[in-house]
């Protein structure tokens, strides 16, 4: 097997130990894959934390509890080796949507008791047969369009276009 496959058997291993975890238990199917000092950084407010005890207390358990059941639904998963550094390391991407019914407050937002589902991206390095940083970015943005709790106001881009004909270097152009 090679060193890349090696590295994205680790990752998979962890997702599945993570994703089927009981609430309890999300700990230490966090810790079974991770160096005891990980880094894992997450999307604001959620921010960067060291160590699987607190990955699972500040951030999957209020995810879990917020979407349940929630299922990785992967659309790209892949692997590289890092040259920009001294130690022999190994980055693994997966990206997909998290999808889960909507059943309790998430970031202050009404939980809706609908399907929603949330575009991440992950990325975790691997150095000795462990997970020793990990990157969690979750689209909240899309999450809140889908809830309908958008913060941003809405696009104004429409109210520039002018309604009847225009001309653009003497040609004509209908709306």
Not at 15 to 26: G, M
Not at 137 to 153: G, H, R, S, T
Request: with cysteine.
């Amino acid at each position: 097997m090679s060193k890349l496959a090696e590295v994205k058997g680790v990752v998979l291993q962890h997702y599945q130990q993570l994703d089927n975890a009981k609430p309890a238990a999300l700990a230490d199917a966090l810790a079974s894959n991770t160096h005891p000092a990980c880094r894992f950084q997450f999307v604001h407010p959620f921010n960067e934390v060291v160590g699987a005890e607190q990955a699972a207390q500040v951030f999957w358990t209020p995810l879990r509890a917020s979407f349940a059941p929630l299922q990785r639904r992967q659309d790209i998963f892949f692997a590289g080796d890092n040259d920009l550094v001294s130690t022999e390391s190994s980055w693994v991407v997966s990206m997909g949507h998290l999808l889960g019914l909507f059943q309790a407050p998430f970031l202050g937002i009404r939980p809706t008791g609908k399907a929603v589902m949330l575009r991440y991206a992950e990325f975790n390095c691997v150095a000795d047969g462990l997970i020793c940083e990990s990157t969690l970015f979750l689209d909240i943005m899309n999450m809140m369009a889908q809830v309908q709790a958008e913060v941003l106001p809405p696009s104004t881009a429409a109210t520039m276009v002018t309604p009847g004909p225009r001309t653009h270097d003497g040609l004509l152009f209908e709306d």
